[in-house]
C-alpha cells in the first residue's frame, strides 16, 4: 500500500487541508518550503526566511505538517482500531486523554482511533477559523495564535508517538518507514527551531528526538 494511496481509509479519516491561496503571502511561503525541501536540507528548510513574519511561517507550516500527519495515520487505519488500541498511549508509560475545552471539558479515555479522529476535527476547525489562521492579507493573528499552535502541535506528537510504539513494524512493513522518519524528523526540528513543545512531552520518544536533534 502507498502511503500517498488512499488505500481503505474512510473520507472521515483523512482531511487533507488545501495549502493557502494563489497570491496571498502563505502562498508565497508555501513556495519556498517546497523548495528548501527539495534541496534535502531540513535544517534549512525549517528556519524562518529573511523577511518574513514568524506568524505566518507557522500558520503555513501548521497546515502542511497537518496534512502529513494525516496522511501518514490514513495508512494505518485498519491496523490501528478499537480492539488493537483501546487506548490512545505511547508505549506502557504514556496515555493520552481527550479533552477540547468546549464540547469535551473534562479530559476522557478514548481508544487511539477515536482520539485521532477528535483530533483531527478540532485541528481542522482551528484551521477554517479565521480568527485564529486569517486569510486575507491584512489581517492580523490573534495574540494567542502561538498558544493555539503550540496545542496542535503537541497533539501532532502524540500520534507520532504512538505509531513508534505501537505500529512501526507495520510501518516496516509497508516498506514506509523512510517516509515516516523523515517527515518525523522535520516535525522535530520545525518545533525545535520555534519552540512548540515541551521537552517533557517528548519523553516517549526521547531517544529518536535527541538523534534527530544531534545529527
Given at each position: 500500500m502507498s502511503l500517498f494511496g488512499l488505500g481503505s481509509r474512510s473520507q472521515k479519516t483523512f482531511r487533507s487541508k488545501k495549502g493557502a491561496p494563489s497570491g496571498s503571502k502563505?502562498?508565497?511561503?508555501?513556495k519556498?518550503?517546497?523548495?528548501?525541501?527539495?534541496?534535502?536540507?531540513?535544517r534549512e528548510a525549517v528556519r524562518l526566511p529573511v523577511g518574513e513574519d514568524v506568524d505566518e511561517w507557522l500558520a503555513v507550516n501548521t497546515v502542511d505538517f497537518f496534512n502529513q500527519v494525516?496522511?501518514?495515520?490514513?495508512?494505518?487505519?485498519?491496523?490501528?482500531?478499537?480492539?488493537?488500541?483501546?487506548?490512545?498511549s505511547a508505549g506502557?508509560?504514556?496515555?493520552?486523554?481527550?479533552?477540547?475545552?468546549?464540547?469535551?471539558?473534562?479530559?476522557?479515555?478514548v481508544s487511539a482511533p477515536k482520539y485521532v479522529?477528535?483530533?483531527?476535527?478540532w485541528i481542522g476547525a482551528q484551521l477554517d477559523d479565521e480568527s485564529i489562521f486569517p486569510q486575507k492579507l491584512g489581517v492580523p493573528f490573534p495574540p494567542y495564535f502561538q498558544d493555539v499552535v503550540k496545542t496542535?502541535?503537541?497533539?501532532?506528537f502524540r500520534v507520532y508517538a504512538h505509531i513508534y510504539h505501537s505500529h512501526f513494524q507495520k510501518i516496516v512493513a509497508l516498506k514506509e518507514e523512510a517516509h515516516m522518519n523523515t517527515c518525523f524528523k522535520h516535525f522535530v526540528l520545525f518545533t525545535s527551531e520555534?519552540?512548540?513543545?515541551?521537552k517533557r512531552e517528548l519523553a516517549p520518544v526521547s531517544e529518536i528526538v535527541e538523534s534527530i536533534l544531534q545529527s
Open positions: 502563505g502562498f508565497q511561503l508555501q519556498h518550503i517546497t523548495a528548501t525541501l527539495g534541496s534535502g536540507n531540513l494525516n496522511v501518514l495515520y490514513a495508512t494505518l487505519t485498519e491496523f490501528c482500531t478499537e480492539s488493537s488500541c483501546p487506548i490512545m506502557p508509560k504514556y496515555e493520552y486523554r481527550w479533552a477540547d475545552g468546549v464540547n469535551i471539558k473534562k479530559p476522557i479515555v479522529e477528535y483530533l483531527m476535527d496542535i502541535y503537541k497533539r501532532m520555534f519552540g512548540l513543545i515541551d
